[in-house]
């Protein structure tokens, strides 16, 4: 009796084990399936997505499709790291130019509260087209690829930007316009102001407000003017 019991018992409590153990790895494979699907979906409605270059001849609506995609946790508002994901799937080929993305999140991010609403994406969308424009001009004078111009570079290639000057003294006078905050380099922050100014660019929206805090970027080099003057002249060395 004792050991009708005993099997009794253990045949229950192994039933339920095994119920208990198949509901857990149901719920991790549904889990898992859930997680690949919607990576999926989020890939499938990315590629959907066209990749427009300026949303002004779109409608509300069509510009809220986009929105949604970029949208990644559908709280209605972007940020960078949204930003950045949905350029990596929608816009390949401006993935690369971070500096770029970050001026354009920057410029349209007017409200400055460090997110893209519904109001400002428009506008994000056709500045990341036209930052990712001057960045492509900003690389031909960046020879070196360090994100920055030095007086050298700026001396090769000046004529890309429509500087043309008889001396090498007013030369320096407008590298040294351009270079705002005065570290001896030409940021791409100050590029773009610049470029702005003198509309460099026709065919993309020109009006983009100064960006906050724009001459302040992680490349700045020493700003007093003994170190400006002496990265001058190892500059003027090499030349």
Do not use: W
Request: charge should be positive.
């Amino acid at each position: 009796m004792a050991e009708k019991l005993n099997k009794k018992v253990s045949i229950k409590t192994a039933g339920k084990l095994d119920k208990k153990v198949a509901s857990k790895t149901a719920s991790k494979l549904d889990k898992k399936v859930a997680s690949k699907t919607s990576s999926k979906l989020d890939k499938k409605a990315a590629s959907k997505t066209t990749a427009v270059i300026t949303t002004q001849n779109l409608d509300k609506a069509q510009i809220k499709k986009i929105f949604d995609v970029f949208d990644y946790n559908g709280n209605g508002i972007l940020s960078l790291a949204e930003i950045d994901r949905a350029v990596i799937e929608i816009y390949p080929h401006l993935a690369k130019d971070k500096p770029a993305i970050m001026r354009a999140y920057k410029a349209a991010d007017t409200s400055q509260d460090g997110f893209i609403d519904f109001k400002e994406f428009g506008r994000l969308i056709d500045l990341l087209h036209y930052y990712n424009e001057l960045f492509k001009i900003f690389k031909k004078l960046d020879i070196d690829n360090d994100r920055r111009i030095d007086f050298g570079e700026f001396k090769k290639g000046h004529k890309l930007i429509g500087i043309n000057v008889k001396s090498n003294k007013e030369l320096r006078a407008k590298f040294n316009e351009i270079d705002t905050n005065h570290g001896g380099y030409i940021l791409f922050d100050e590029f773009c102001i610049y470029a702005a100014k003198i509309k460099l660019i026709s065919d993309i929206p020109q009006d983009a407000p100064d960006v906050p805090d724009a001459q302040n970027s992680q490349e700045e080099k020493p700003q007093d003017s003994q170190n400006v003057q002496e990265v001058q002249e190892i500059q003027e060395e090499k030349l």
